[in-house]
Structures are given as structure tokens and as C-alpha cells.
């Protein structure tokens, strides 16, 4: 599966962004998928997955209550919306997606097998 982030951008603490991720190739539902950031000099880290139907998700607790994955699966689409964004939500953030597990979601990322090329967000101050 081929997977293409998109949607970021520069904002203000506060504002919202909506990041989507495109998958072409293989059948999208057959993938649990997940999003992913790497700030600059720090190691990637997990933000939020869901299941290949989106029944079961996941969240760093960093962002919960802040962000909402989803997934169209009519669409081969990932999302994730972003509210009351910090400054600490900076980073490249990254689309991945692992074969479906049927037992909940995975938080590592070297559980994924297939990455998007990154979209980079700012959150100015």
C-alpha cells in the first residue's frame, strides 16, 4: 500500500488543522492504520491509530481530547483532526498502516510496515 500525507501547516496555538492520508494499492480495510510525529532531535513518536474499521482506536495522552482519528474506507482515506493545537504539537507528522490484527491497535511504530512521506505542522506561540 502506497500512502500519501497531507494537510499540514503553519498555525496558531489554538487553531486546527485537519491532516488526511491517502492509501492506493492494496484494499485500505485490510489495514490498521496510525498516525506518527518526530519533532526535531526527538525519536518518532505515536499520536493515534485506528482499527481497519475505525471501531477501536487509540491515543497518546498527550492529545486525547484534542485529536480525533478516523477513516473512510469508501475513500482510502486516513484523517486526523487536530484542535486547540499547542506549540508542542510541532513535528513532520507521519501516516503508517500494519496488516489488521483484530486485537486492537498498535502504538509501536515498528509494528507498522508501510509510512507516508510526512507532512510537516507548526503551531506558533
Known amino acids: 500500500v502506497q500512502l500519501q500525507a497531507s494537510g499540514g501547516g503553519l498555525v496558531q496555538a489554538g487553531d486546527s488543522l485537519r491532516l488526511s492520508c491517502a492509501a492506493s494499492?492494496?484494499?485500505?480495510?485490510?489495514?490498521?492504520m496510525g498516525w506518527f510525529r518526530q519533532a526535531p532531535g526527538k525519536e518518532r513518536e505515536f499520536v493515534a491509530a485506528a482499527s481497519w474499521n475505525g471501531g477501536s482506536t487509540r491515543y497518546v495522552n498527550s492529545v486525547k481530547g484534542r485529536f480525533t482519528i478516523s477513516r473512510d474506507n469508501t475513500k482510502n482515506t486516513l484523517y486526523l483532526q487536530m484542535n486547540s493545537l499547542k506549540p508542542e504539537d510541532t513535528a513532520v507528522y507521519y501516516c503508517a498502516a500494519t496488516p489488521r490484527a483484530y486485537r486492537g491497535v498498535y502504538t509501536s511504530p515498528t509494528l507498522y510496515d508501510y509510512w507516508g512521506q510526512g507532512t510537516q505542522v507548526t503551531v506558533s506561540s
Open positions: 494499492g492494496r484494499t485500505f480495510s485490510s489495514y490498521d
